[in-house]
Antibody, heavy 117, light 107 residues
């Protein structure tokens, strides 16, 4: 069974940093492209970032470029999102997601990030 | 960035009624359009991929159609368990984007 379990969310002050982790199991992690998607009540689902199966290619939405970094450790079957210079509008539930053939087919349960003073 | 719009925003439907949700893209996405269902306090789940391809385990009452810029998700006969938000998503070009969602409520 495919499982994606996020961790690392919490409350952080504006300008602070946080690193999200996503532990993957039930599939061969190193074969799949992975994504981060976030969700807020006001702005719905927003794609944040993706990384290729071998980690050599990454992509970001403009609003996080230069502040967020996606990475992966295939030895640990774990996906990461390093978030720096956090702003109030980064407040959201962050989902880790797997793609198969270009389609996001599995989502984690989400990790809540709250940016507030 | 490709903008996806959905209609309607909200629909209140009687069980066994047919539901049609549309998704329009600001430019062609080919068939790279997917549909997700999200129930309250749950993560999204994949309903339809590549506009019209069915997903194993998803009830056959869910179907999709369209290509280019205009797409439709159809629930042929609504059941109570289908109360949820439905989102379209394009994977044609970065940044990937999602529609704003359609909330389906049961009367």
């Amino acid at each position: 069974e495919v499982q994606l379990v996020e961790s690392g969310g919490g409350l952080v002050q504006p300008g602070g940093s946080l690193r999200l982790s996503c532990a993957a199991s039930g599939f061969t992690f190193s074969y799949y492209w992975m994504h981060w998607v976030r969700q807020t009540p006001g702005r719905g689902l927003v794609w944040v970032s993706r990384i290729s199966a071998d980690g050599s290619s990454t992509g970001y939405v403009d609003s996080v470029k230069g502040r967020f970094t996606i990475s992966r450790d295939s030895a640990k079957n774990t996906l990461y999102l390093q978030m720096n210079s956090l702003r109030a509008d980064d407040t959201a539930i962050y989902y880790c997601a797997r793609t198969t053939g270009g389609t996001i087919d599995y989502w984690g349960q989400g990790s809540l990030v709250t940016v507030s003073s | 960035e490709i903008v996806l719009t959905q209609s309607p925003d909200f629909q209140s439907v009687t069980p066994k009624e047919k539901v049609t949700i549309t998704c329009r893209a600001s430019q062609s996405v080919g068939s790279n359009l997917h549909w997700y269902q999200q129930k309250p306090d749950q993560s999204p789940t994949l309903l339809i991929k590549y506009a019209s391809q069915s997903i194993s385990g998803v009830p056959s009452r869910f179907s999709g159609s369209g290509s280019g810029t205009d797409f439709t998700l159809t629930i042929s006969s609504l059941e109570a368990e289908d109360a949820a938000a439905y989102y379209c998503h394009q994977s044609s070009s970065l940044p990937f984007t999602f529609g704003p969602g359609t909330k389906v409520d049961i009367k």
